[in-house]
C-alpha cells in the first residue's frame, strides 16, 4: 500500500510557473508508476501526466504537453509535477495517484488504486 501526500499548490498568474510535490509513504515506491490528474469545478477528474515506476518514459495529456514536466526521485519516495507557461484553465485540484505495482502508466483514472488528498492550483489572468 502507498500513501501519498501532495503539496506545493498555490495561486499563480498566467504565465508562472509552480512545481507541485507528492510524497509517497513506503519502501517500495521505486515499484510504482505515478500519475498526476486533476479536477476543476464540475468537471471530471482528468489525466495530465505519468512516468513510469524507472522514470524512463513520460507521458502527457495534449493540454499540457511542452508546459508540463513530471520527474521522479526514487530515493526521495517523491514525484514532482513542474508547471510552466500557466494558463487561467490549469485551474484546478491536482492529484497524484498509483496503480499497481509495476504497471504501465495509464491515462485512466480507474486502474489507479492510491490517491492523495489533492492540493489546489488557481491560475489568474
Known amino acids: 500500500q502507498v500513501q501519498l501526500v501532495e503539496s506545493g499548490g498555490g495561486s499563480a498568474q498566467a504565465g508562472g510557473s509552480l512545481r507541485l510535490s507528492c510524497a509517497a509513504a513506503g519502501r517500495t515506491f521505486g515499484s510504482y508508476a505515478m500519475g498526476w490528474f486533476r479536477q476543476a469545478p464540475g468537471q471530471e477528474r482528468g489525466f495530465v501526466a505519468a512516468?513510469?515506476?524507472?522514470?524512463?518514459?513520460?507521458y502527457y495529456a495534449d493540454s499540457v504537453k511542452g508546459r508540463f514536466t513530471i520527474s521522479r526521485d526514487n530515493a526521495k519516495n517523491t514525484v514532482y509535477l513542474q508547471m510552466n507557461s500557466l494558463k487561467p484553465e490549469d485551474t484546478a485540484v491536482y492529484y497524484c495517484?498509483?496503480?499497481?505495482?509495476?504497471?504501465?502508466?495509464?491515462?485512466?483514472?480507474?486502474?489507479?488504486?492510491?490517491w492523495g488528498q489533492g492540493t489546489q492550483v488557481t491560475v489568474s489572468s
Open positions: 512516468i513510469s515506476w524507472s522514470g524512463d518514459r513520460t
Open positions: 495517484a498509483a496503480p499497481l505495482p509495476y504497471s504501465t502508466p495509464t491515462f485512466r483514472t480507474t486502474e489507479y488504486l492510491y
